[in-house]
């Protein structure tokens, strides 16, 4: 016999059950396929790696398919190996969750084959500007 106490706990279900993309708007600007990556970055907890920024080159076709193999262009300075390679399979693990991208008919068209910088980190905010002596308020 089929339950029937609870029909909108079984619609959720179903909902979270389908595909990001399946139940996404179409992305309409650079600032929404950004935002949509940001939105799928998990960065590896701290017991496994230090915090490393890392930036990665990509590009899309039409569809919202990764095109070719992304790059990783940036690392934070002084990171060990471990961590590099932590933040690059969680970046690699962002960039296939996310896609394919669901591209508004002109995006995808404007964006195919253009490359992307994505930066990922993993900091609550981003680092204090440093204070340069001719930056400081006139003392009275």
């Not at 070719?68 to 969680?90: C, F, H, M």
């Not at 970046?91 to 995006?107: K, Y």
């Not at 981003?126 to 009275?140: D, F, H, Q, Y």
Request: charged residues 25%; contains cysteine.
């Amino acid at each position: 016999m089929a339950r029937r106490g609870k029909p909108a706990l079984w619609f959720a279900a179903l909902l979270l059950a389908l595909p990001l993309q399946a139940r996404a708007e179409p992305l309409d600007s650079i600032r929404d396929v950004i935002e949509r990556l940001h939105r799928c970055w998990k960065p590896p907890p701290r017991s496994q790696a230090r915090p490393v920024d890392i930036t990665v080159i990509v590009s899309f076709n039409r569809e919202g398919a990764i095109l070719g193999r992304p790059r990783v262009t940036y690392e934070t300075e002084g990171a060990s190996d471990n961590d590099r390679l932590a933040y690059r399979i969680a970046a690699m693990e962002a960039l296939q969750r996310c896609t394919p991208l669901p591209f508004s008919q002109g995006l995808g068209g404007a964006v195919a084959g253009r490359p992307f910088a994505i930066r990922f980190w993993t900091r609550k905010t981003s680092p204090k500007p440093e204070r340069r002596a001719w930056l400081t308020p006139k003392i009275p």
